[in-house]
C-alpha cells in the first residue's frame, strides 16, 4: 500500500500537470486571438464617387480591426503607361481624392492595407476610371472601352461650357464626332445623352469586317461625323468615317434645356474578345440651325 508521501506526490504530480494543460491552452488561444484580431486585410469594393476633369475621388472598403490599422498605401497612372510600385502616395481614410489628371483620360487605381508590425497586403487589382472630356479641347482622348461591358456601360462625361443658353433656341448642334480605336466596332453600340437626360441613339452594331470608327491615324481631322444635315443616314452599307446622319434624331435634344454641363456619351461592347479606345469625342454646337430636306420622294409626275 502507498505511504501518506507516495499519495500526495502522486495528487502533486496531477496538479502540476493540470496546470501545465492549462497554460499551454491558454497560451495557444492567446495566440490565436492575437492571430485573428492582427489579420491585414487586402482592400475591396473600390469604386468612383466623383470625377472631373481633372480631379477623382476614389472609395474602398476594408475589415481589418482599427487597432491593427496603420494606413492605406496607393498608386495610380494613365491607362497607357505602365504601373510604378514605388511610387506612392498614403491616406488615413478609406477614399482618396486624386487631383491634377488630365481631361480625357483612363487611370488605373491600386491600393493596399498597411498593419502594425510592418505587415502589408497585396495591392488590389487595376482599377479603371475615367477623367471627363473638355469639349473645348476633346482631342488627344485615351479612354478605354471595356469588353462585353453591356451589363455596366461606360458613361463618358463631356463637359460642355459657353455654348448659350437653350437647346433648340439660340444654340444648335452640329455634329456629334467620334474616332474609336477598335477592332470590330459592329460590337459597339452608343448614345448621346443631354444634361437635361434626353438620350438619343448614335449607331449600333455597324462596321462589320472593319476597324475603327473614324481615322486613327488622324483622330480630330477625319473623323465619323453623326450630322442631322448628311446627305446619308449611317448603316451597316457605309465605311465609319466621313459624315452620316444618326440613327436617332438629333433635334429631339432640343427642349429649351441648357447645353452647358455633363453630357454623357454611353457605349455598351457587346461581345468579348476586342478591348477599345476612344479617341476623340466631342460634340460640335453652331449658333443656327439650317436642316436640309430629309426622306425625299415622288408625290406625282406628269408631262407638264
Request: charged letters at 20%; proline letters at 5%.
Amino acid at each position: 500500500m502507498n505511504s501518506s508521501a507516495d499519495i500526495l506526490l502522486v495528487l502533486g504530480r496531477k496538479i502540476l500537470l493540470c496546470f501545465a494543460i492549462l497554460f499551454v491552452q491558454f497560451g495557444l488561444s492567446s495566440k490565436i486571438s492575437k492571430a485573428e484580431s492582427s489579420a491585414c486585410i487586402t482592400p475591396f469594393n473600390v469604386k468612383l464617387d466623383y470625377q472631373s476633369q481633372d480631379t477623382a475621388i476614389i472609395s474602398w472598403t476594408d475589415f481589418t480591426s482599427p487597432g491593427d490599422f496603420v494606413e492605406y498605401q496607393y498608386t495610380f497612372h494613365p491607362a497607357d503607361e505602365n504601373v510604378d510600385y514605388e511610387d506612392l502616395s498614403t491616406s488615413e481614410s478609406k477614399s482618396s481624392t486624386l487631383t491634377s489628371l488630365e481631361s480625357g483620360r483612363s487611370y488605373y487605381f491600386y491600393v493596399r492595407t498597411v498593419c502594425d508590425d510592418d505587415v502589408v497586403t497585396n495591392f488590389t487589382s487595376g482599377f479603371l476610371f475615367h477623367t471627363a472630356i473638355d469639349n473645348s479641347q476633346a482631342c488627344d482622348a485615351y479612354l478605354i472601352i471595356p469588353d462585353n461591358n453591356c451589363q455596366a456601360p461606360n458613361p463618358y462625361l463631356i463637359n460642355v461650357h459657353g455654348e448659350g443658353l437653350h437647346l433648340g433656341e439660340d444654340v444648335f448642334i452640329k455634329s456629334v464626332n467620334l474616332t474609336i480605336e477598335h477592332e470590330w466596332p459592329a460590337d459597339l453600340e452608343l448614345e448621346i445623352i443631354s444634361p437635361s437626360g434626353v438620350a438619343i441613339p448614335l449607331f449600333a452594331d455597324f462596321g462589320i469586317g472593319t476597324s475603327n470608327v473614324g481615322d486613327i491615324n488622324a483622330p480630330c481631322v477625319s473623323p465619323l461625323s453623326l450630322d442631322m444635315n448628311a446627305c446619308e443616314r449611317i448603316s451597316a452599307a457605309v465605311p465609319l468615317v466621313g459624315s452620316y446622319k444618326p440613327v436617332g434624331d438629333l433635334e429631339l435634344l432640343y427642349d429649351s434645356s441648357t447645353p452647358n454641363g455633363e453630357w454623357q456619351l454611353q457605349i455598351c461592347d457587346d461581345a468579348p474578345g476586342q478591348i477599345g479606345v476612344i479617341r476623340y469625342a466631342g460634340i460640335e454646337f453652331v449658333d443656327m440651325s439650317c436642316s436640309g430636306p430629309d426622306d425625299l420622294y415622288f408625290v406625282d409626275i406628269n408631262d407638264t
